[in-house]
């Protein structure tokens, strides 16, 4: 499984962005996928997963201001990302995990993409 971010760029406090990762899975519609984000100095931490039927789960942080979702043939998964600030700062990272249950943990997933950095200035 390959997986490639994009999306990332420097936006304003407030303003919104849209992430994609895009795979090369043959069963892209089975795995759990995730978003996680690490700024320079701290760990990756966990953003936001959703399983191959949809359900989904969101870090207390972004909770009604991110919104994940897939597009199962088109192996793409996507991060809407609004009322963005500083603190969202960070590469954004998106990983598959071989299973159809949500996963926040980076040790839980298999597979990960590049990165794709996000800057928010206040």
């Known amino acids: 499984v390959q997986l490639q971010a994009s999306g990332g760029g420097l936006v304003q406090t407030g303003d919104s962005l849209r992430l994609s990762c895009t795979a090369s899975?043959?069963?892209?519609?089975?795995?759990?996928l995730g978003w996680f984000r690490q700024a320079p100095g701290s760990e990756r931490e966990f953003v936001s997963s959703i399983t191959g039927s949809g359900a989904s789960s969101y870090a207390d942080s972004v909770k009604g201001r991110f919104t994940v979702s897939r597009d199962n043939a088109k192996s793409t998964m996507y991060l809407q990302m609004n009322s963005l600030n500083p603190e969202d700062t960070a590469t954004y990272y998106c990983?598959?995990?071989?299973?159809?249950?949500?996963?926040?943990?980076?040790?839980?997933?298999?597979?990960w993409g590049q990165g794709t950095q996000v800057t928010v200035s206040s």
């Open positions: 899975a043959r069963f892209f519609s089975t795995l759990t």
């Open positions: 990983a598959a995990a071989q299973t159809n249950r949500l996963r926040s943990f980076p040790s839980m997933y298999h597979y």
